[in-house]
């Protein structure tokens, strides 16, 4: 596995008065994401971070995994992380942060749709369809940057049966990658 080069390290959480949209090592991923990171898959699929870490160990990703096998690039929409490829789920600092997005401030959530707006624009140039499947914050959120950066994202609720959101996502996604 070849992570992303993040030369500083340290735990990134989230507490009072700290900003970990400022951590060292999320400006450091930030930076790698807007400038250096590619995809070759022609469809993403945007799911919600989850406290299990890494993600993809978590049963909704499994579902979504299982279903798309590699013909969907997977993304987890993640503060302050802002979005993590599947490939890089094992790395730091992705493996091993706490952000509960119930601790985030007004200017912070600014901050997040401010960033995400300028990472949706990056992925534009390499994705034809962006799929999404989130819960409320995480939904509300996209929406926001989604207009903002004037790239089209299918928005899909998470609602209250969470695995058969994600299942009915990914295979939307898969179909759309078939089809491609």
């Known amino acids: ?10 735990r990134v959480v989230k507490e009072d008065g700290i900003d970990p949209f400022k951590h060292p090592s ?18 993403a699929l945007l799911l919600p971070c989850t406290e299990k870490k890494p993600y993809h160990n978590s049963p909704t990703h499994m579902i979504a995994e299982s279903i798309v096998k590699d013909k969907v690039q997977l993304y987890s929409v993640s503060e ?9 789920e094992d790395c730091y600092p992705f493996s091993d942060y706490d952000y509960p997005p119930s601790k985030m401030t ?28 989130l819960p409320k914050h995480h939904f509300s959120v996209l929406s926001e ?8 994202i299918e ?3 998470y609602g209250r049966l969470a695995f058969r959101s994600i299942k009915e996502a ?6 759309l990658s078939e089809g491609l």
Request: aromatic content about 10%; some cysteine.
């Open 106 to 133: 007004r200017e912070e959530r600014e901050e997040f749709v401010r960033l995400l707006t300028t990472a949706l624009k990056v992925l534009e140039s390499y994705h034809q369809h962006i799929i999404a499947v």
């Open 145 to 152: 940057a989604s207009k903002l950066s004037g790239v089209k």
């Open 155 to 157: 928005l899909l609720p």
């Open 1 to 10: 596995m070849i992570c992303p080069p993040i030369t500083y390290r340290g």
């Open 26 to 43: 999320v400006i450091e991923w930030h930076n790698y994401l807007f400038a250096k990171w590619r995809s070759k898959k022609r469809v």
């Open 80 to 88: 302050p992380m802002l979005l993590v490829p599947r490939e890089f």
């Open 170 to 175: 990914s295979l939307k996604a898969l179909k």
